[in-house]
C-alpha cells in the first residue's frame, strides 16, 4: 500500500523533492497530482488512497495548518490510529509553524535546516511500511515473520528467505529457511540487474518464480515435521531454453512448547503471502527502469 502524502500546493516544489527521494528509495507513494486524472472525483480519490493507504505523511508548513483539506487528511489519519491502533500519522516539518495539538507529542522529520537529516529520518520512519526486503504479516492466532538477504558467493549469486511463523494456540514457532544458489548464467543475468540499479526486480522475478515452482511441485513443496530435529529439502529448478539453475534448499524446524503431533509446513502459502505484501508495499517501477530491464532481457543469456 502507498504512502499518502498530505500537503498544502503552496509547498509543491519541496514536497515533489521529498518524494522523488522516497520514490528512489522505492517506497510507494500517493500525491493528488501525480494519480489524479482529468474527469475523477477528488473527494472519492482521495478518501480512497488515505483509507487504503499503509501511512499518512503530514507536510506542516505554514499555508498546510491553515488548509481546511488537509485538516481534514489530517483528522482521517488521526481516527484511523485510534482505529487501528498503530502509528498511521507521520509529520513531517517543512517549517516553522503552529503544530497542531494532536501532533505535538509526536516525533516528526525536520526539514527546516537540514534536508540530508530530514529525510534519513523519514526514510527510517516509512521503512515499516514501505521495507519490500522484510515485514511482519499479521495473521489468525500468530504472525508470519520474514527476511529477504542477498549477495554473491564463490562467485555465484545467492538469494536467502527466512521466515518465522508463530501459533498463539499452539505455543509454538516455525522456522523455515529457503536458500537459493544461482548457476554461472543465473548469475550473469542477476549481476546484470544489480549493476543497473534494478537488482530489486530481478530478485522479485525470483520469487515469482520459487511461488510457480512451487505450486507446480505441489506435494513437494510441504514439510512435515514428525519431531524437533530440522527437516531438510533440496529442489532444482532449471530452464532448458536459457541453461539458467537454481538450487534451491529448504531447512525447517519447530521450537516452543512440542505437543508430540507433526506439523505441516506450506512453503507454496509462505512465497504467495511475501509476494502479495510486497506487490502492496513496493512501488510500480518507472518507465526508465522498465527501459533497462527490456535492454537486458534482450541481451543473450
Known sequence: ??????????????????????????????????ELKAGDSI???VQEAVEGSSAL?????RASVESEWCKKEL??????????????????????C??????????YADFRTDFDEGMHTLLESVAQF???SQSRIDEAGGTLDWSEDWGTVNGGFFINYTIVQTSDELQMSFITEVMCLYNEIATRRQLKYEAADIGWIGRATNAVLLLDF???????????????????RQFVFHDPKTGTEIDILVKCRKMGNDNGKDQLINITEYFRKIIQYVRSAGREATPE?????????????
Open 57 to 61: 505523511l503530514i507536510m506542516l508548513s
Open 98 to 107: 503552529k503544530i497542531p495539538l494532536f501532533l505535538k507529542d509526536k516525533m
Open 43 to 45: 473527494i472519492n480519490k
Open 1 to 34: 500500500m502507498p504512502v499518502f502524502i498530505s500537503y498544502s500546493h503552496a509547498d509543491k516544489a519541496k514536497i515533489d523533492l521529498i518524494a522523488g527521494h522516497l520514490v528512489r528509495k522505492r517506497t510507494s507513494v500517493w500525491i493528488d497530482r501525480w
Open 289 to 301: 527502469e522498465l527501459a533497462r530491464v527490456a535492454e537486458i532481457r534482450s541481451t543473450p543469456w
Open 75 to 96: 483528522t482521517a489519519g488521526l481516527f484511523r490510529e485510534l482505529d487501528e491502533r498503530r502509528v498511521v500519522v507521520i509529520p513531517v516539518l517543512l517549517e516553522d
Open 130 to 132: 514501505s521495507n519490500t
Open 214 to 232: 512451487a505450486e507446480r511441485a505441489k506435494d513437494e513443496m510441504f514439510v512435515i515435521l514428525e519431531s524437533t530435529i530440522p527437516e531438510k
